[in-house]
């Protein structure tokens, strides 16, 4: 990227950043329809997603951190 650490003039080129994610899988019955959910307290409930619905008998689903 032509970016020299040495150099107080050199600037980065490119932009690199490793996220974190949380990745779900599980078994669904086909054609059911299913929501996920997230909560802190297991009280109070937050909707990720829902009305998903199962096309090949298993959901899966990879989501950000940063969201």
Same mark, same amino acid.
């Given at each position: 990227? &032509? *970016? +020299?650490?040495?150099?107080? #003039? =050199? $600037?980065? !080129?490119?932009? /690199?950043?490793?996220?974190?994610?949380? #990745? /779900?899988?599980? &078994?669904?019955?086909?054609?059911?329809? *299913?929501?996920?959910?997230? =909560?802190? !307290? &297991? %009280?109070?409930?937050n /909707?990720?997603? +829902? !009305?998903? /619905?199962?096309?090949?008998? $298993?959901? #899966?689903?990879? *989501? =950000?951190? %940063? #969201?």
């Amino acid at each position: 990227t &032509n *970016y +020299d650490p040495t150099s107080a #003039e =050199s $600037a980065h !080129d490119a932009l /690199v950043e490793i996220m974190t994610a949380i #990745e /779900v899988k599980f &078994n669904a019955a086909l054609g059911a329809t *299913y929501a996920i959910e997230f =909560s802190t !307290d &297991n %009280q109070t409930w937050n /909707v990720i997603e +829902d !009305d998903i /619905v199962s096309e090949e008998g $298993a959901i #899966e689903r990879l *989501y =950000s951190k %940063q #969201e």
